[in-house]
């Protein structure tokens, strides 16, 4: 989609470290008067778009990402701090507002001046059917693994580094002295020659009348001082004293509080309700019909649900009211096989004579993989508290898309944009699941409809039973290989593709390669989901390159380094990784050693993953993960993000299935969509390699590479391959 | 009426007796640091303690803790001597454990319960304790850490030098 490819972004990157020809907040003009009433208090000194500077010398960086944990604010401040000189104590951030000026096309357009269009990284994030190309444009996602790798190295490093220009040039014309001659530290410019010294407040009202340079001279890494150091997060006080204020824990001047329930079958639209059950109950104020819900808004949350269990909606038959999740598999295998001996699927890849190489292959390996739908199973359920009036809305709400979901809910009520106005709060988890606005509109609608400030929670099993699902998806694999045992051909058809573009790719020089897909509609409802298809991919692929070195008589490891000659990155990642598990050590019976690889969002990340069985049941003891991010701005931060995908992969590969019957969601809640939890949690040891390439993604890399490790593992110690997850379908009885 | 004391002070709540205590203490007094997660006491994200107990405030009717002492996260810092932070939630800040940290008011409960009874756990007693609270971010390694951190500190405060010497 769109003109701002991935190759535009790594080309582009290529230029980071030196002086960047385009800025992101400082497009030519000077944009910042016109945002500084949104954005500052008094005695503030917005010096451009992203930086502002207090009286009391505190610098804040404002910047258009959510925090769900990820650490982004926290890293993003370190980029500016870094840039601009200014003391670690006298740094601040602040989320940017939901308007324009800060939505991510601004980004695009500092690559591609006027015509941008949204990067494809971001595409998955957004709902695929309400927030498409023109909309697109009003989007502020926080998702793709993008915060530090695009809106840092292209937008907060170069204006920090724009602000501390401009301060020095402000200096130096209140001194009566060249700019060059002077110092800047520790928030304080420095005039060696006289010994002045004074606080960048000084300066900064001055600075904030002139335009920034759009190329100011970035740090090169080996002046870095904070950038590369792990800073202590900004929002981890707040989470240890019950403090931070998650959307859940919103609360307005005679608000009410609402609980709802959605068709069971996704589309099917609500007939009939009998609302008296509901009314006749004490703390009720009204019951609200909804397109597809029902909704009880009341004095408590619990008189509300209570009063809700007491309803019997009906709800309009759908034409997939008889799909379940035997019938969707079925339509997957049946659409790949079309492909395979029809027309062909859509190619993703074709490289080399593939037919010619299977025609002349003296062994080919074949087999098929399957993965089931998963929810994100955010820890705050879905939750968003609206006051609606005749003038205005306000939400309440934690958000991956502040300014999408103003959008939506602009739309949904037939508002003007401006009527709208978002109150961001800290997310219980995001994972992708709150770049959809479903659940704000649905609050702003209640709140239209009972006249008063509204509450709306998600029980955990509407929250379960109503995601936007990662995609079930079957994957189809033949390999061909010659007479000596060398790969000599890869062929992949699969179903249902969605972001990013390269997730079915191979980094491995086998000389023909076939990649492609078919599209198979379901009614069941897509959402990115942590490293979206990566997530598939990266298990379906590792884990059948697992099965080719078998049958090629080869180790997994060894095949994959010599597969990889020329690509050094990748080569160092995986011997990091193999070296630290002790790859080569011998292990007893039952116990299992698997590998994997996997380069996604810019990050290249090796696996490895030890595993036994014991009694009859699988025990992952340890794994060991090393990445190349090509520059780690905290390495604790990163270190956090990779054992955070290490255990969200993991309690996938092991647990997770959302499943289907008569059109709707089985499962409800965690006691029939589990979690991994602590006493079957592995010890994670990670590696940070610093290659100082184009700088890539943290929040989503670690998760690909778990599943394809662990299965490996687990054939390594018991024969068993593992096609279709989860693993607990295994039954590991007659091992241990 | 229900009366109960949360965090040292006492109050009296006009509730449907049947409300979970989870609701009453987010709607009704205010504390909106325990956290809603699952409902069925399954994820742990409303732990509190009753009575130095730490249980699930999703499942447990407001009746059952009438006259009974409850701690919330926003109490627990009170429940250690000295001034500031309870050692816990020093440890959480030192070994960087929250991410999104909505089940971290739970944890922190879980955990704090945990080192009452024993100071010194090893790892099962830890699993045994924890297993019950999930994190979605996946921090179990660095809450592991984190709580062996703060029951080393207790252990050396707690234990005077010389004092079996001249017992």
């Known amino acids: ?736 | 009426m229900v009366r109960l004391a949360i965090n040292g002070q006492e109050r009296e709540l006009d509730v449907d007796p049947a409300m979970p205590l989870l609701w009453a203490i987010r709607e009704q007094v205010g504390l909106t640091g325990t956290k809603f997660g699952c409902g069925i006491a399954q994820c742990g994200a409303c732990t509190v303690h009753l009575n130095g107990i730490a249980i699930r405030s999703c499942v447990t009717p407001v009746s059952l803790a009438a006259g009974g002492e409850i701690t919330t996260i926003e109490g627990l810092a009170a429940t250690a001597p000295g001034p500031g932070l309870h050692p816990l939630q020093q440890a959480w800040i030192d070994e960087q454990v929250p991410q999104c940290g909505y089940c971290q008011s739970g944890q922190l409960m879980s955990a704090a319960a945990l080192l009452e009874n024993n100071p010194d756990p090893d790892d099962d007693a830890i699993d045994a304790a924890m297993a019950g609270n999930v994190c979605r971010c996946g921090m179990y390694g660095r809450i592991r850490s984190a709580i062996k951190q703060a029951a080393s500190q207790s252990v050396v405060e707690t234990y005077v030098p010389g004092e079996a010497d001249h017992g």
């Open chain 1, 1 to 736: 989609m769109g003109k701002w490819t991935r190759r535009a972004f790594i080309t582009t990157g290529v230029l980071a470290g030196g002086a960047l020809a385009v800025g992101v907040a400082l497009r030519p003009g000077h944009r910042a008067p016109e945002v500084a009433g949104e954005v500052t208090e008094s005695g503030e000194s917005l010096i451009n778009m992203w930086v502002k500077v207090g009286t009391d010398n505190r610098v804040t960086l404002i910047a258009p990402h959510s925090e769900m944990g990820q650490g982004a604010h926290t890293a993003l401040t370190q980029m500016l701090a870094d840039e601009m000189d200014v003391r670690w104590e006298d740094i601040a951030y602040q989320e940017a507002p939901a308007i324009d000026a800060y939505a991510n096309w601004a980004l695009g357009k500092g690559f591609i001046l006027g015509d941008a269009d949204i990067p494809a990284a971001l595409v998955p994030t957004v709902n695929g059917v309400f927030l498409q190309a023109a909309k697109a444009m009003k989007l502020q996602v926080t998702g793709g693994s993008t915060s530090i790798r695009a809106t840092g190295v292209y937008g907060v490093r170069v204006a920090g580094a724009a602000a501390r220009e401009l301060i020095l040039e402000a200096a130096a014309e209140r001194w009566g002295v060249a700019s060059s001659t002077l110092v800047a530290r520790d928030t304080h410019v420095e005039d060696p020659t006289s010994g002045r010294r004074a606080p960048y407040a000084e300066f900064a009202a001055q600075a904030a009348t002139q335009a920034p340079s759009t190329s100011p001279r970035l740090k090169s890494p080996q002046d870095f001082r904070i950038m590369g150091t792990s800073r202590p997060r900004l929002d981890v006080p707040a989470k240890v004293d019950g403090s931070a204020q998650f959307g859940i824990d919103a609360q307005v001047p005679g608000m009410h509080y609402a609980a709802i329930r959605q068709a069971p079958v996704f589309g099917a639209k609500l007939t009939d309700v009998d609302e008296q059950p509901a009314e006749a109950v004490a703390g009720v104020k009204q019951v609200v019909r909804l397109e597809n819900a029902v909704a009880v808004v009341a004095d408590s949350y619990w008189t509300a649900s209570q009063a809700l269990s007491r309803l019997t909606p009906r709800w309009e038959e759908t034409e997939n009211d008889a799909v379940d999740s035997d019938s969707l598999k079925r339509r997957f295998q049946d659409s790949i096989a079309g492909a395979q001996e029809g027309s062909g699927p859509s190619q993703d890849e074709e490289w080399g004579d593939a037919d010619a190489a299977f025609a002349g292959a003296a062994a080919v390996v074949e087999a098929d993989y399957h993965v089931p739908f998963l929810a994100h199973a955010c820890m705050e359920p879905m939750n968003a508290t609206a006051r609606f009036t005749e003038e205005d809305c306000d939400v309440w709400v934690g958000t991956q898309n502040p300014l999408g979901f103003r959008h939506e809910v602009a739309a949904a009520l037939d508002l003007d944009l401006d009527a709208v106005t978002l109150h961001q709060h800290y997310m219980g988890g995001g994972f992708g699941r709150r770049a959809n606005g479903d659940v704000a509109i649905q609050a702003a609608l209640v709140s239209r409809a009972a006249g008063v400030p509204v509450k709306l929670i998600w029980s955990r099993e509407e929250d379960v039973r109503h995601d936007h699902y990662r995609p079930s998806v079957t994957s189809s694999f033949r390999a061909g290989l010659n007479a000596t045992g060398d790969v000599v051909a890869w062929e992949n058809t699969y179903h249902e593709k969605h972001e990013p573009a390269e997730a079915p790719l191979i980094p491995y020089a086998i000389p023909a390669r076939r990649i492609g897909h078919t599209d198979v509609p379901t009614h069941v409802p897509f959402g990115p989901w942590r490293s979206v298809d990566h997530s598939q991919h990266g298990y379906f692929t590792e884990a059948f390159f697992d099965e080719v070195a078998v049958a090629a008589g080869r180790d997994p490891f060894d095949l994959r380094m010599a597969l990889l000659e020329g690509r050094e990155r990748h080569q160092q990642v995986l011997r990091t990784a193999a070296d630290m598990a002790r790859w080569d050590e011998a292990r007893p019976r039952g116990h299992g050693r698997g590998i994997s690889l996997q380069e996604s969002f810019g990050s290249i990340v090796a696996q490895v993953v030890d595993v036994h069985i014991e009694d009859g049941g699988l025990s992952v003891d340890r794994v060991v993960l090393a990445i190349d991010p090509g520059f780690a701005v905290s390495p604790d931060g990163l270190t956090a993000q990779m054992e955070s995908g290490v255990i969200f992969g993991l309690t996938a590969a092991l647990f997770g299935e959302i499943s289907i019957e008569k059109g709707a969601v089985v499962q409800s809640n965690f006691h029939d969509y589990p979690m991994l939890r602590m006493d079957k949690a592995p010890r994670i040891e990670t590696h940070i390699i610093n290659s100082y390439a184009a700088w890539g993604g943290a929040g989503e890399p670690g998760t690909p590479g778990i599943a394809p490790a662990l299965v490996n593992a687990v054939f390594d110690a018991t024969g068993i391959r593992v096609r279709e997850l989860p693993l607990a379908k295994q039954d590991f009885s007659d091992w241990g």
